[in-house]
């Protein structure tokens, strides 16, 4: 798989508090995630332990964010936040696409939380299916390039 987030260097852009890189074959096999995902890992500026992943697809005119994960002492400081606008604005401007989705569990009312505040929405029968996965069930939620959050 070649790469899909380029960055020059693992150091955060200008006014950005995490920096984006794809995760070693070591990190990929560690989390465990999805195997035809991108995966980056998130870290903060001078630390170099990653403080999440995430992991996400291009499919069509779709970006994808399958999972993301923010260690427990590292939430509540917006790095998940940050982590998805940088690859949004990545997909805006390098691929062009203008839809995106997360797929969430649906028992994980802090995940409903978080993407409701990036402006994304649960997703309409005729958008995208609610999701069985075994046991678990999941929702698509959706946002649209240039659409403010609602919160």
Not at 46 to 61: C, Q, S, V, W
Request: hydrophobic share 40%.
């Amino acid at each position: 798989m070649g790469k899909t987030f380029e960055r020059s260097d693992a150091a955060p852009a200008a006014g950005h508090r995490v920096a984006l890189r794809e995760a070693t074959q070591e990190e990929r096999a560690t989390l465990g995630w999805e195997a035809g995902a991108s995966i980056l890992t998130i870290t903060r500026p001078n630390e170099p332990t990653p403080a999440g992943a995430i992991a996400f697809t291009i499919e069509g005119d779709t970006l994808t964010v399958l999972r993301m994960e923010i260690a427990p002492e590292a939430r509540g400081w917006g790095l998940g936040s940050e982590a998805v606008r940088q690859i949004e604005r990545w997909a805006e401007r390098e691929r062009g696409l203008q839809r995106f989705e997360a797929i969430i569990p649906v028992d994980l009312g802090l995940a409903l939380y978080f993407w409701l505040r990036l402006g994304y929405r649960p997703a309409g029968e005729a958008e995208a299916a609610w999701r069985r996965d075994g046991e678990q069930g999941t929702i698509s939620m959706i946002r649209t390039a240039g659409q403010a959050p609602r919160i």
